[in-house]
């Protein structure tokens, strides 16, 4: 059975950092894009930030952000553990959310409309 767990989500205040956490299992990980969304309160989910495994060397990843958080957010993962991890810095108030890992073999699907999802992360920002 497939599963992605997250964690790390909570309470900080703005302009503090935050790191998410996603473990995957059931799957083969490393040939798995993997996605982060998020979904604030009374919007729809939207895409925050992806990435995938492109060749053997653990630098070889390629990565994909929304324009709204490619400059303070990270998102990297460990093969060797089945995890993606998100590094928010530099949170804003409207940075609130709930905060969903997702994954897809594809990178370019994974991103639009990923086939596997998490449960999902509140990370709220005090101003």
């Known amino acids: 059975q497939v599963q992605l767990a997250e964690s790390g989500g909570g309470l900080v205040q703005a302009g503090a950092s935050l790191i998410l956490s996603c473990a995957a299992s059931?799957?083969?990980?490393?040939?798995?894009?993997m996605g982060w969304f998020r979904q604030p309160p009374g919007t729809e989910r939207a895409f925050v930030a992806a990435n995938s495994q492109i060749g053997d060397r653990t630098s070889d990843v390629i990565a994909k952000y929304a324009d709204s958080v490619k400059d303070r957010f990270n998102i990297s993962r460990d093969n060797a553990k089945n995890k993606v991890y998100l590094q928010m810095n530099s949170l804003k108030p409207e940075d609130k959310a709930i905060y969903y890992c997702?994954?897809?073999?594809?990178?370019?699907?994974?991103?639009?409309?990923?086939?596997?999802w998490g449960q999902g992360t509140q990370v709220t920002v005090s101003s």
């Open positions: 059931g799957l083969t990980f490393s040939g798995y894009a």
């Open positions: 997702a994954a897809d073999p594809s990178f370019a699907v994974v991103a639009r409309a990923p086939g596997i």
